[in-house]
């Protein structure tokens, strides 16, 4: 992997060097390896060599050491120093090089790091910002000073693990040929990029892997070395890069505190210890792990591939897979998140080349490449002529149906609310949106219309995309035949029943253009009108397509917006929330900050407040829900809020250990992918296939070359059709602690020992657990009980989610943890969803409470391919060229120059006026 770590100021820089970099004290005797200054700028000022201490300093005091002047001509006490940019070899690999009696191993991962950092090089670029100017201009030239270290910090009472890695320290410096001076960097598109230097730099190290003679074993994010052993790399991985680990755990990502995190950290030096006795003791803790196997099989190094049939891959199968990844859940890609994928496909192929990959994408038909300033965009025809197909479907229907009432009845409602009720009953036309911001009253508001549809003589089919929101609120609201979008578009029968009626999506925002677009050819062919319910600053749907705000902004679809909140108990709170469903985000944070709700955490007890508040408010009874960006934070806080409720009795003494399957969440692609399947997966099967039931579970036995084997609980094999990817889902197994008074998600719909429906995102209480691994538990209100197994498996602890999985839940009290460490996850859509969720108050923890607005202002919405293609004047003739060349029976009027129709042409068919 690589991570890019940026140095706020001299001192800082200074600190980390002589700390971390030339001089960390975890190398011992001959295991320390001097730096060297490399890079274009480098040679260009006569520096290159030995990474000194006096060097590096004057570079980090911005001063030239060869002539004492300033390098840029701009020098302030809180300047960008630099960056690091460190590179971490597989585990594997550190152990090969640690037993080896040569450094072949090792001068390939120089060459790799050095390769990688030409890249990054060559994608230099300086800010100009004279004469009125603000653009970035190309340079190719930087400067760095790169430290190769071979362990890991030792674990009290261990000797130092192997773990090969480097440091690439780069410079704030660049040369503008234009201006002919040094200058500072413009660095924030290589820090953007660095996944697709990551996957270049993997590229490049396997194929030098190969050359050598060694097996390479693909995995999800990186490769490995075949032939050693897991139980060897988790031997050795007792702190692989322990101050990143606990840094991530912490949330701490300036230099400084990761240089002081690492020194409050640090093993005592063992002294006296070479190279030579840490390979003894690495063959001894190896022998330790296998007391029956050959003592020199530790030092054995595999130096040939294994002898398989590999399946023949080109170039065009890297590219063909990544497009099908990449485009499942966007419409826009940045080209080098796509090539990044394409690059990671082909490790392990030494055909392959990085620049064949790349000319491989240029020439690919079903590609569009559009530039949008310093970055460029990629789209596929078929997406183009998808959302193209929708926004035509959506705006034929206008003027087309009789209104259901020339004049709206009289209404229980008033405001926005007895608008939008109106706007749906008097509209003549087929599609209505109506946007109602989070705690609205969107249910009243649908309870409200319904009734007056009914008596209009029509009947109303209401449908959700979750089965949370359909089987679970919807239901419980009173619309008891409430069913999921999907087994509405599966259910034939259900369809015809829709002519001439009423179809009404709840919470429409998350659904794709792919299910919106068949709703829309449904409710054309049934002739009936179709309600769109949902909020667009909330989160949109997982896969591809922000379909309701692509109807509302493209498609120009009327849109009723309901505005009032009601969610919120008190009027602050609710200013709060109604900033935010504005997209105020300044605002809405100043406040916040201003009712003493944002809580500045301390890095090393991050979580202290947090779980004093939590414990509170469990002791006065509230209800509450803990928010986090990512899951993996998520599941973090999740073990800490977990234990202190033990530690203050707050949970059952019992203690059960069931099973938790943890979906992977890969694409069709990738479940498809043999190569990325682990051993001991379990696959869960969604469709009926050749001896294979719909439902039935499988544990994933062997994984070779092209081939993966899964058994059932009867031990009978199969090989998994991953040519069939669609019909099956991949979990891991992990263990899952539950107690009486545990809160719990369901993660999968299915149903309970006694055949009772749980729906995916519900969340319950555990009510009693039984040493044979039964378990009860409450639904709402604790009026339901649900009784499952030890191998239910869909649950997980329900202490802290992801803003994800809280939308469309509401409790007293919202907990938002949004540590440094969350905020690429950050959005105003994540930030508006977690603080909305609450009635009466939401907290926020954070260690930066600065920065945390500048991502928390970011939109967070994705491009479609028509809005991609209306940046650029040039592209409408191709626009239309791919319409013509996917659709090519259907007329061609362009969605977004074609005038809103007049109201005409009523339906004979929809029934009488009222």
Not at 3 to 31: E, P
Not at 401 to 416: F, I, S, T, V
Not at 458 to 482: C, D, I, N, W
């Amino acid at each position: 992997m690589i991570r890019m770590i940026q140095a706020s100021n001299a001192d800082h820089a200074k600190s980390y060097f002589s700390q971390a970099l030339s001089k960390a004290d975890y190398y011992i005797n001959d295991q320390e390896m001097s730096g060297y200054v490399r890079g274009k700028l480098a040679e260009r000022l006569g520096l290159t060599g030995p990474a000194s201490k006096e060097v590096f300093f004057a570079l980090c005091e911005n001063v030239n050491p060869t002539t004492g002047k300033s390098l840029t001509p701009r020098t302030n006490e809180e300047r960008r120093v630099g960056y690091d940019i460190n590179f971490h070899s597989p585990k594997s690999l550190s152990i090969l090089h640690a037993l080896a009696k040569d450094d072949h191993l090792l001068k390939a991962f120089e060459a790799s790091v050095q390769q990688t950092m030409l890249d990054i090089e060559a994608d230099s670029k300086a800010r100009v910002r004279k004469e009125g100017s603000y653009s970035d201009r190309s340079t190719g030239e930087l400067m760095w000073a790169d430290f190769i270290h071979q362990t890991a910090r030792p674990v009290e009472g261990h000797l130092p693990d192997p773990h090969l890695h480097a440091h690439c320290f780069v410079f704030n410096a660049t040369f503008d040929e234009a201006e002919g001076r040094v200058k500072a960097g413009q660095f924030g598109d290589i820090k953007r990029d660095m996944p697709y230097y990551q996957a270049r730099f993997h590229k490049y190290l396997s194929d030098q892997l190969i050359d050598l003679g060694y097996g390479i074993r693909r995995t999800e994010q990186s490769f490995e070395i075949e032939n050693v052993p897991e139980d060897v790399i988790k031997l050795f991985s007792k702190r692989t890069d322990e101050i990143g680990r606990v840094a991530k755990e912490k949330g701490i990502t300036d230099i400084h505190e990761l240089s002081e995190l690492g020194a409050r950290t640090r093993s005592k030096k063992q002294t006296g210890v070479s190279m030579t006795e840490l390979k003894a003791d690495w063959k001894r803790q190896i022998q330790e792990l296998n007391p029956k196997g050959n003592p020199e099989d530790g030092a054995r190094i595999i130096r040939h591939a294994p002898e398989m049939i590999r399946e023949i891959v080109h170039a065009k199968d890297c590219v063909d897979q990544a497009v099908l990844h990449g485009f499942e859940r966007a419409s826009v890609l940045p080209d080098r998140r796509l090539l990044a994928r394409a690059y990671r496909q082909s490790i392990g192929q030494r055909s392959i080349a990085l620049d064949a990959v790349d000319l491989c994408l240029q020439a690919d038909p079903r590609v569009i490449a559009i530039d949008d300033g310093n970055q460029k965009f990629l789209t596929t025809r078929q997406v183009i002529a998808e959302e193209h197909r929708m926004v035509k479907l959506a705006r034929s229907g206008q003027g087309k149906l009789r209104p259901l009432y020339l004049e709206a009845p009289k209404l229980a409602l008033e405001g926005k609310q007895a608008q939008a009720v109106e706007h749906v009953l008097t509209t003549s036309n087929r599609v209505s949106i109506i946007r109602g911001v989070a705690g609205s009253g969107k249910t009243t508001l649908m309870q409200e219309a319904v009734k007056h549809m009914e008596a209009a003589g029509k009947t109303v089919t209401v449908v959700a995309p979750t089965s949370e929101a359909s089987h679970g609120v919807l239901r419980s609201e009173g619309f008891k035949q409430a069913d999921t979008v999907t087994q509405l578009l599966l259910n034939k029968k259900r369809q015809e029943t829709l002519a001439g009626q009423v179809l009404w999506v709840d919470e429409a925002g998350l659904l794709g253009t792919q299910d919106m677009t068949a709703l829309l050819e449904l409710a054309t062919r049934q002739n009936a009108r179709l309600i769109l319910g949902g909020d667009t600053r909330q989160h949109s749907s997982v896969v591809r397509g922000d379909a309701l705000r692509i109807l509302n902004t493209v498609g120009r679809i009327q849109t009723a917006e309901v505005t009032k909140i009601y969610r919120q108990r008190n009027e602050d709170y609710r200013s709060i929330v109604t900033d935010l469903s504005h997209g105020m985000v300044e605002s809405a944070l100043k406040k916040l900050d201003g009712l003493g709700a944002i809580t500045a955490v301390d890095p090393l007890k991050p979580t202290k407040e947090l779980l004093a508040d939590y414990k509170q408010a469990v002791k006065d009874q509230k209800s509450i829900l803990v928010i986090s960006p990512t899951r993996q934070q998520a599941d973090e806080l999740t073990l800490s809020i977990r234990k202190d409720l033990r530690d203050e009795g707050l949970l059952g003494k019992k203690e059960v250990v069931v099973h938790r399957l943890v979906n992977r969440n890969l694409t069709e692609a990738e479940k498809g992918d043999w190569s990325i399947i682990e051993e001991g997966n379990i696959i869960q099967f969604n469709q009926n296939l050749s001896g294979i039931q719909r439902g039935s579970r499988w544990r994933v036995t062997e994984r070779t070359d092209h081939h993966v084997t899964i058994a059932n609980s009867q031990d009978e094999t199969q090989v998994l059709p991953t040519n069939k990817s669609s019909s099956y889902e991949i979990y891991r197994s992990k263990p899952l602690a539950l107690s009486k008074g545990d809160k719990i998600r369901i993660t999968r719909n299915g149903f309970d020992d006694q055949d009772k429906r749980l729906n995916n995102g519900q969340l319950l209480e555990v009510a009693s657990v039984k040493k044979d691994g039964q378990i009860t538990l409450l639904g709402s209100g604790g009026k339901t009980r649900y009784r499952v197994g030890k191998e239910f498996g869909h649950l997980a602890h329900a202490y802290c989610v992801t803003s994800h999985a809280s939308q469309g839940k509401t409790v007293d009290e919202v907990f938002i943890w949004q540590p440094a460490e969350t905020f690429p996850a950050t959005t105003s859509k994540q930030f508006y969803v977690s603080v909305s969720r609450g009635r009466d108050r939401a907290r926020v923890y954070t260690d930066d409470k600065e920065t945390l607005l500048n991502y928390a202002k970011r939109v967070g919405d994705r491009t479609s391919a028509l809005e991609l293609l209306t940046k650029q004047p040039k592209t409408q003739q191709l626009a239309e060229q791919t319409i013509r060349q996917q659709l090519p029976r259907q007329p061609i009027k362009d969605p977004l120059k074609q005038p809103t129709p007049k109201q005409k042409q009523i339906s004979k068919d929809d029934g009488p006026r009222i």
